[in-house]
Structure formats: structure tokens, C-alpha cells
């Protein structure tokens, strides 16, 4: 009885170990595939340099949310068409040591690729531009959402502590029900930062997206039961023992 007791302890232990694993992998998955009525948000780090050099402090938040799949069938053939539009709702995150900062830009990689037009965008940002360039080693970004292109420039965009928002409407090739997000990217300017701390005037942040609220336990809280599981296997263990 003692045994398959000691056994089961062991059991749950390794499964709450393993379940945290899984949980704090969860937040940087991507792809990521949306529907209609979907919701995602992507958390943005902020660095410089092809090798990164991280800016402490300078991050961003972008929800894009109400997707919608409007299909025009054209009886199965090469013309057939899918618009995919969507909210998006950009914040500028950043804390100190930043003491400003400009999210210019917001780029991302979807399957399938979008179309070289019927794209466009409203709100803090103005147009598409299509396979543009993002500093900093991240290259070629299949579209942004921008006011001038993928690189940033000009004065537009969300400033420290602000938030910008507008709807996005994409073209698609065929009949589409998903589309992937395959990478998210931010690009900074106007960066500016307490001195002594790492900091570059323009930056750019990669995406993780945040996984969905779920009844799964935090990450934390499955690796302190695993601890208290292996505990009571331990005194177990010592009462058995003596």
C-alpha cells in the first residue's frame, strides 16, 4: 500500500514538472493560426545590433482581435479570393530606464502570403508596404503596418505609455478559413534611455504571443505543487524508513 502510494506521489510530481514546461514554452508559440473572431496578442522585447543587444525597459503590446473571413467564390477557379480584416490595438509598454521611445512600424509573416494588392489599413498607421526590410538582422518582413515603410521613418506611430489603434484588411489568394502568423516584429524609434543603461535611438522587438486565458494552472504554481508533491514523497519515504 505504502509503495503504490510513494509511486502515485511520483506520478503527479513528474506530471506537474512536466505540465510547467509546457505552460512556460506556451508563451512563445508561434506559428500561430487565427479564425473568425479570433483574438491574439503578441508581447515585443526591444533590442539593437544583428547580434541583439538588449534595451532594458523598451516593449510594446499588440492585440489583433474581431477576425472576419469574407470569401468571393468564384466557382472554384484562380480568381477565387478571400478578405481578412481585423482590429489591431497597439500599446507602448516601455518602463524605465527608457525615457522615450516610438513604435513606427509593426510587420509580420502570414500563410498564406498576401496579395500585391486590395490591402489596406486605417488609424495610427496609413498603409501596407509588402516585403520591406527590418533592421537589426531581422530582413525581409512580408508586410507592415506603417506610415512609411518597414524600416519606419517619420514621425507617426505610438509613443511611451499610448496606444494606437485602427482595423487592417488583407487580400488573400483562394478560399480561406485560417491564416497563420508565422512572426511578429515591432520596429522603435525616437528611443531614448537613463544614462548608463544599453540604448540605441532605433531599435526593433520580436513577437511572443500570449497564451489565451485558460483553467491551467500558472507556471509557478504547477512546479510549486510538483515540490510539494516530491516533499510529502520524501516524508513519506522517512516514515517508511523508520
Same mark, same amino acid.
Given at each position: ?49 544583428? @547580434?541583439?543587444? #538588449?534595451? &532594458?525597459? +523598451? !516593449? ?6 474581431? /477576425?472576419?473571413?469574407?470569401? $468571393? ?18 500599446? @507602448?509598454?516601455? #518602463?524605465? &530606464?527608457? +525615457? !522615450? ?6 510587420? /509580420?509573416?502570414?500563410?498564406? $502570403? ?18 520591406? @526590410? ?109
Amino acid at each position: 500500500m505504502h509503495a503504490r502510494t510513494h509511486t502515485q506521489i511520483r506520478r503527479l510530481a513528474r506530471w506537474a514538472l512536466t505540465t510547467a514546461a509546457l505552460a512556460a514554452t506556451a508563451a512563445q508559440a508561434l506559428p500561430i493560426t487565427v479564425t473568425s473572431g479570433s483574438s491574439v496578442t503578441f508581447d515585443f522585447n526591444g533590442f539593437y545590433e544583428a @547580434n541583439p543587444i #538588449t534595451i &532594458p525597459g +523598451l !516593449t510594446a503590446s499588440a492585440t489583433l482581435s474581431a /477576425f472576419s473571413f469574407v470569401l $468571393n467564390d468564384q466557382a472554384g477557379t484562380a480568381n477565387d479570393r478571400t478578405t481578412v480584416s481585423f482590429d489591431y490595438s497597439l500599446t @507602448n509598454t516601455s #518602463t524605465s &530606464p527608457v +525615457l !522615450t521611445s516610438r513604435v513606427s512600424t509593426m510587420g /509580420f509573416n502570414t500563410t498564406p $502570403n498576401i496579395l500585391a494588392s486590395g490591402n489596406s489599413v486605417t488609424g495610427v498607421f496609413s498603409s501596407i508596404a509588402r516585403n520591406g @526590410n527590418m533592421p537589426n538582422g531581422i530582413g525581409v518582413v512580408e508586410f507592415c503596418l506603417t506610415n512609411v515603410n518597414c524600416s519606419g521613418g517619420g514621425g507617426g506611430g505610438v509613443t511611451l505609455g499610448n496606444t494606437g489603434t485602427g482595423t487592417a484588411t488583407l487580400r488573400f489568394a483562394g478560399l480561406l478559413s485560417s491564416l497563420t502568423f508565422d512572426g511578429a516584429w515591432v520596429r522603435y524609434q525616437s528611443v531614448s534611455c537613463r544614462q548608463g543603461s544599453p540604448c540605441s535611438s532605433s531599435a526593433s522587438g520580436i513577437g511572443r504571443d500570449r497564451p489565451p486565458t485558460t483553467s491551467v494552472p500558472e507556471p509557478g504554481a504547477l512546479a510549486l505543487l510538483a515540490l510539494g508533491l516530491a516533499g510529502g514523497a520524501f516524508s513519506l519515504r522517512r516514515r517508511q524508513a523508520a
